[in-house]
C-alpha cells in the first residue's frame, strides 16, 4: 500500500506557473503508474495527466496539452507536474494517485489516492 502527499500548490496569476509534487512512501513506487486528476468547485474530478511506471508513456488531457509536463523520479519516489501558460480554468484541487494498472486514464483505474493541493489562477 502507498501513501501519498501533495505540495506545491498555491495562487498564481494568468501566464505564471507552478510545479506540483507528489511525494509517495510505502509501496514498490516504481511499479504503479501514476496519474494527477483535479476537481473545480461544483465539478467532477477529471483525469489531467498519466504516467507510466517507468515514464515510457504519458497521457494528457487536450486541456492542459503542451502548457503541463508530468515526470517523476522513482529513486525519490516523487512524481512532479510543472504547470506553465496557467490559465483560471485551471483553477482547482489537484490529486494525485496511484495505480497498479498498466495504463491508468480514468478515475476508476486508481487505487491510492493524495489529499489534494489547491491551485488558484487569478485574472
Known amino acids: 500500500q502507498v501513501q501519498l502527499v501533495e505540495s506545491g500548490g498555491g495562487l498564481v496569476q494568468t501566464g505564471g506557473s507552478l510545479r506540483l509534487s507528489c511525494a509517495a512512501s510505502?509501496?514498490?513506487?516504481?511499479?504503479?503508474?501514476l496519474g494527477w486528476f483535479r476537481q473545480a468547485p461544483g465539478k467532477a474530478r477529471e483525469f489531467v495527466v498519466f504516467?507510466?511506471?517507468?515514464?515510457?508513456?504519458?497521457s494528457y488531457a487536450d486541456s492542459v496539452k503542451g502548457r503541463f509536463t508530468i515526470s517523476r523520479d522513482n529513486a525519490k519516489k516523487t512524481m512532479y507536474l510543472q504547470m506553465n501558460s496557467l490559465k483560471p480554468e485551471d483553477t482547482a484541487v489537484y490529486y494525485c494517485?496511484?495505480?497498479?494498472?498498466?495504463?491508468?486514464?480514468?478515475?476508476?483505474?486508481?487505487?491510492?489516492w493524495g489529499q489534494g493541493t489547491q491551485v488558484t489562477v487569478s485574472s
Open positions: 504516467i507510466s511506471w517507468r515514464s515510457g508513456i504519458t
Open positions: 510505502g509501496g514498490t513506487f516504481s511499479r504503479y503508474a
Open positions: 494517485a496511484a495505480s497498479t494498472e498498466v495504463i491508468a486514464t480514468m478515475y476508476r483505474n486508481y487505487d491510492y
